[in-house]
């Protein structure tokens, strides 16, 4: 496993924001907030919650085999399970979430459509 050290500087865990390590043995990057192990496959981590393993759970080795699914065991996590960042609302899981002005980053603006010529 080979991985740019200036990636793994910018790379963080896509479940809860905290920093990955490689795990070489297993190839994998290893969330130091969560614990969720990512695969990396072909040298490119693959940075999705869908594909991470669990901690305490081993990662099925074998060739992706279309019929091998229905045996192996769901490593996905469930909804409930993902760690709350506050994407919910600022004060809970109860709140609204945020506008879309809350969201902009300072970079961004909001995008007002021009109306057309002798739409007015």
């Known amino acids: 496993m080979r991985l ?4 793994l500087e910018v790379l963080v865990c896509p479940a809860c924001r ?9 190839e994998e990057l290893v969330c130091q907030g969560c614990g969720l192990a990512y695969p990396v496959r ?8 869908d594909e991470a ?14 019929t091998a699914a229905a045996q192996a065991p769901d490593n996905s996590l469930p909804d409930n399970s993902l760690p709350d960042n506050g994407a919910a609302g600022a004060d809970g ?18 995008h007002r459509v021009r109306p057309r010529d002798g739409e007015r």
């Open 18 to 26: 905290a920093e990955v390590r490689p795990d070489h043995p297993a």
């Open 53 to 66: 393993r669990r901690p305490g759970v081993r990662r099925d080795t074998s060739p992706r085999d279309p």
């Open 4 to 7: 740019d050290q200036r990636l």
């Open 42 to 49: 072909d040298d490119i981590p693959v940075m999705l919650v």
């Open 93 to 110: 899981p109860g709140d609204p979430p945020p506008s879309a002005a809350e969201t902009r980053g300072p970079h961004q603006r909001e």
